[in-house]
């Protein structure tokens, strides 16, 4: 029996990252919150790592907005030899965000999902609303995106 691996990559802005700090130091726990981005790349990339090499016990489903971390994966399953469509690997990002990263996975024969939060609109908005943020917070990301959505346009025009 296999199991389905989840990853999400999620940075969290920094009100959330105090707020998380602050109970974690109330509560006499160690923070949960990473210190930098680096770091949280770096266990997103080794969590990564983990769930390539036990394919034969898990499946992989990968939800990153980070071009970065979707290339990571690509580049580790070619030096495996995994065929871009493994059936035990799933890459995705959030409905309406980084398109430009699910078209360009899918036209090299990867296996996509676009995912969509649900639930009560009191627990959905703030989520999307971060997700939103952190989306466009990613060093130039949006206007990168803008950019090629108006090239395809381009090219579908002409």
Do not use: W
Request: charged share 25%; aromatic share 10%; hydrophobic share 35%.
């Amino acid at each position: 029996m296999a199991y389905i691996f989840i990853i999400f990559y999620c940075s969290f802005p920094r009100a959330y990252m105090e707020k998380e700090r602050e109970r974690a130091k109330e509560k006499g726990y160690p923070s949960p919150i990473h210190t930098d981005k680096i770091s949280t790349d770096k266990d997103f990339d080794d969590a990564i790592s983990f769930c390539l090499d036990n394919l034969d016990k898990m499946h992989l489903f990968c939800g990153s907005h980070n071009e970065d971390s979707n290339m990571n994966l690509c580049k580790q399953m070619a030096k495996m030899g995994l065929l871009n469509d493994d059936k035990r690997i799933t890459l995705s990002q959030l409905l309406g965000m980084s398109d430009p990263i699910t078209f360009n996975l899918a036209a090299h024969g990867y296996n996509v999902a676009k995912y969509v939060p649900y639930g009560p609109i009191r627990e959905a908005m703030p989520y999307l609303i971060r997700r939103a943020k952190e989306n466009t917070s990613v060093a130039g990301q949006t206007s990168r995106e803008l950019t090629l959505i108006r090239a395809e346009i381009a090219r579908r025009k002409s």
